[in-house]
């Protein structure tokens, strides 16, 4: 024991003597200016040694001007122009970092955040700024390492006007756990049985062709038919009389009459991607439909999309405060800032198959399939789905609460936590975990819903509204819906609500924005919806609307991927257009958001050809087999 206690020690100076000797290395070269002189003795206490052995090392190969460390110099984030402009997040270069290789560790990329205590925030316009800077460390060290010596370090060297906080750091080399694996082996079960039933399915369509293909005999009457003669049917002669039936000949005695799958075999076709496409994008509707939804579900999808690309990226724009003041005084950017309400227009309950199976692969498989300097940050809502996964789909089952009593809770909420009438401000994660998520503050769209969808049963959808009533009732029910959409345009500029009225406007805004789209539905399936019904029930909206629902559940998978990977912060351009005013005839300038438009539309496209490979896997599937178990379809 007494040697192995020896040998520790002598390490340990030995150790010690290492990282002495790097304040005694000579100035580095390029001009770079001379590194600070630091005591390591005291942090080998609280970091791990091989860390701090190989931090000397990078020291001493700076001096030395060897490439690889002058890399990890390079890769580290600087300060960049802009920083009063909302330049918050420094990233340095991703890849260079992890391309270091050395013959004792390689580059490991690292997220630091740091407190700038003298600086004022061009947003709040406040002191203190919370600073995101990219480092490249050895692959030795921890995050916990990192953020340690920063902490012991970077308030010395800036006088305690910086103060690092938290950080973390991305591993590259990750193994697939159990959890991964499980849901790997799913998808190719799953993949195996899409294949065979596509088969099955092919291969009967192939019989039937051939059978349609053979030529046709006549009908003849086989009570005037010998034994003889009903082998072939040729010159028959009467011979007892009997009751007459009739069979069709033209099939050869060995012929077999065309297949018709059973149970199982009905079970088999629910999952062939033939049959599965035919039935997606397929236009023809049965009687009765409601024409009308189909479109206001692709456009109610599309809105989401568009908000969701613009709020996931905010948090990566390096002009964020410019864009901020810029377009937030404007009322039509309201359609964008305010569409949380655009969800509301989805107020039938979630079909638990595909969310369920789609869960499993966002949280299962989704942290291995990209990298980058925010690939971190996209991960959390995975890992929160796979902590929180139980409560996700017991929320299917919580149907039966009245409006009134989510009405009050949601009020009450909202004025106990002091919530605003959006994300915005210090209270903007209060704002999506105690409301924004919460399934009590969507009972109204749902009662809404399931109210109009009375009223249609009711009048059989037959229901003569008088023009000028019609065009009264069109007029309420914009206006209705334009407040609950535009009603925080002035929240959003300067004149903030009170604690009473935000918890009012929290309360009611889900329901009034689900009166406008549900008198939309209304209005356009008893006939009364004039342009708007010619509009909503385009045929193309048909196979899209069918998807809606896949791309509700996938689109924040294409999203985050998207900005999780990317390795440059976003600058938003704003094109300036000329416009003129008709009234006043004075020119006006329109700013389009050329980076966010881009971004929008591969967002949307992508969205929608992923949900339509989920609900080719997933969703028809699961719809076919419920009308195979049940025997819906066979009686209208």
């Known amino acids: 024991?007494?040697?192995?206690?020896?040998?520790?020690?002598?390490?340990?100076?030995?150790?010690?003597?290492?990282?002495?000797?790097?304040?005694?290395?000579?100035?580095?070269?390029?001009?770079?200016?001379?590194?600070?002189?630091?005591?390591?003795?005291?942090?080998?206490?609280?970091?791990?040694?091989?860390?701090?052995?190989?931090?000397?090392?990078?020291?001493?190969g700076i001096q030395q001007s060897k490439p690889w460390a002058l890399n990890m110099i390079d890769a580290i984030a600087k300060p960049p122009s802009g920083i009063l402009n909302g330049g918050f997040t420094w990233l340095g270069d991703y890849d260079e970092c992890l391309d270091i290789k050395t013959d004792s560790f390689h580059g490991k990329y690292c997220r630091e955040q740091l407190y700038l205590a003298t600086?004022?925030?061009?947003?709040?316009?406040?002191?203190?700024?919370?600073?995101?800077?990219?480092?490249?460390?050895?692959?030795?060290?921890?995050?916990?390492?990192?953020?340690?010596?920063?902490?012991?370090?970077?308030?010395?060297?800036?006088?305690?006007?910086?103060?690092?906080?938290?950080?973390?750091?991305?591993?590259?080399?990750?193994?697939?756990?159990?959890?991964?694996?499980?849901?790997?082996?799913?998808?190719?079960?799953?993949?195996?049985?899409?294949?065979?039933?596509?088969?099955?399915?092919v291969f009967i369509r192939v019989m039937e062709k051939r059978q349609k293909q053979k030529p046709k005999g006549g009908i003849i009457n086989i009570s005037y038919v010998s034994s003889e003669e009903k082998e072939t049917g040729d010159d028959y002669k009467p011979k007892v009389e009997e009751p007459e039936v009739s069979v069709d000949v033209g099939q050869d005695r060995n012929e077999t009459s065309a297949y018709t799958p059973g149970i199982i075999g009905k079970a088999w076709l629910s999952f062939s991607v033939y049959t599965n496409i035919e039935k997606i994008l397929g236009t023809k509707q049965a009687a009765g439909t409601l024409t009308a939804i189909n479109g206001i579900r692709f456009i109610s999808m599309s809105w989401v999309i568009l908000g969701h690309t613009f709020a996931f990226g905010l948090g990566q724009m390096d002009n964020a405060a410019q864009v901020y003041t810029k377009f937030i005084k404007r009322k039509s950017f309201m359609a964008i800032m305010n569409a949380e309400v655009s969800v509301d227009s989805f107020f039938a309950l979630r079909l638990t198959p595909p969310y369920m199976l789609v869960l499993m692969v966002f949280t299962g498989l989704?942290?291995?399939?990209?990298?980058?300097?925010?690939?971190?940050?996209?991960?959390?809502?995975?890992?929160?789905?796979?902590?929180?996964?139980?409560?996700?789909?017991?929320?299917?089952?919580?149907?039966?609460?009245?409006?009134?009593?989510?009405?009050?809770?949601?009020?009450?909420?909202?004025?106990?936590?002091?919530?605003?009438?959006?994300?915005?401000?210090?209270?903007?994660?209060?704002?999506?975990?105690?409301?924004?998520?919460?399934?009590?503050?969507?009972?109204?769209?749902?009662?809404?819903?399931?109210?109009?969808?009375?009223?249609?049963?009711?009048?059989?959808?037959?229901?003569?509204?008088?023009?000028?009533?019609?065009?009264?009732?069109?007029?309420?029910?914009?206006?209705?819906?334009?407040?609950?959409?535009?009603?925080?345009?002035?929240?959003?500029?300067?004149?903030?609500?009170?604690?009473?009225?935000?918890?009012?406007?929290?309360?009611?805004h889900r329901t009034a924005w689900s009166l406008g789209v549900c008198w939309v539905i209304f209005a356009c399936a008893t006939g009364n919806g004039g342009i708007v019904n010619t509009i909503l029930s385009w045929k193309a909206f048909v196979p899209l609307g069918k998807l809606t629902y896949c791309a509700y559940l996938v689109h924040p998978i294409v999203i985050f991927y998207y900005f999780g990977s990317r390795r440059k912060l976003i600058h938003v351009d704003t094109h300036e257009i000329p416009s003129v005013k008709m009234r006043k005839l004075r020119k006006t300038k329109l700013h389009v958001l050329s980076q966010q438009i881009y971004e929008y539309l591969g967002n949307l496209v992508l969205a929608y050809a992923c949900a339509f490979v989920a609900s080719l896997a997933f969703e028809a599937p699961m719809m076919g087999l419920e009308k195979v178990i049940f025997r819906r379809g066979e009686k209208k």
């Open 1 to 60: 024991m007494e040697k192995i206690l020896t040998a520790a020690n002598r390490h340990s100076l030995t150790i010690d003597n290492q990282l002495t000797d790097s304040t005694n290395l000579p100035a580095p070269p390029f001009g770079l200016p001379n590194l600070p002189s630091i005591n390591f003795t005291n942090l080998v206490k609280v970091v791990s040694v091989q860390c701090m052995l190989d931090g000397q090392k990078i020291l001493t």
């Open 119 to 201: 600086f004022t925030n061009p947003l709040t316009r406040q002191k203190g700024i919370s600073l995101n800077a990219g480092i490249c460390v050895p692959s030795s060290c921890s995050s916990d390492d990192i953020l340690t010596l920063l902490k012991s370090v970077v308030p010395q060297l800036s006088n305690q006007t910086v103060f690092p906080y938290s950080g973390s750091c991305e591993e590259t080399d990750q193994s697939y756990d159990t959890r991964a694996i499980v849901v790997l082996v799913i998808l190719s079960n799953f993949a195996i049985v899409i294949t065979l039933a596509t088969i099955y399915d």
């Open 366 to 508: 989704y942290p291995y399939l990209g990298s980058g300097p925010f690939w971190s940050d996209s991960k959390t809502s995975p890992d929160n789905c796979h902590t929180n996964w139980c409560s996700k789909i017991a929320g299917t089952v919580v149907t039966g609460v009245m409006w009134l009593g989510c009405a009050i809770a949601t009020g009450l909420v909202s004025r106990h936590f002091d919530l605003q009438t959006a994300q915005k401000g210090p209270h903007s994660e209060d704002y999506f975990n105690q409301y924004y998520q919460r399934p009590y503050t969507r009972i109204g769209p749902y009662l809404v819903g399931m109210f109009c969808g009375f009223l249609l049963y009711q009048t059989k959808c037959k229901c003569k509204i008088n023009k000028y009533l019609n065009l009264v009732l069109w007029a309420v029910f914009t206006a209705i819906a334009s407040a609950a959409l535009y009603g925080v345009y002035r929240d959003y500029n300067g004149h903030p609500f009170s604690t009473d009225l935000a918890a009012t406007f929290n309360t009611l």
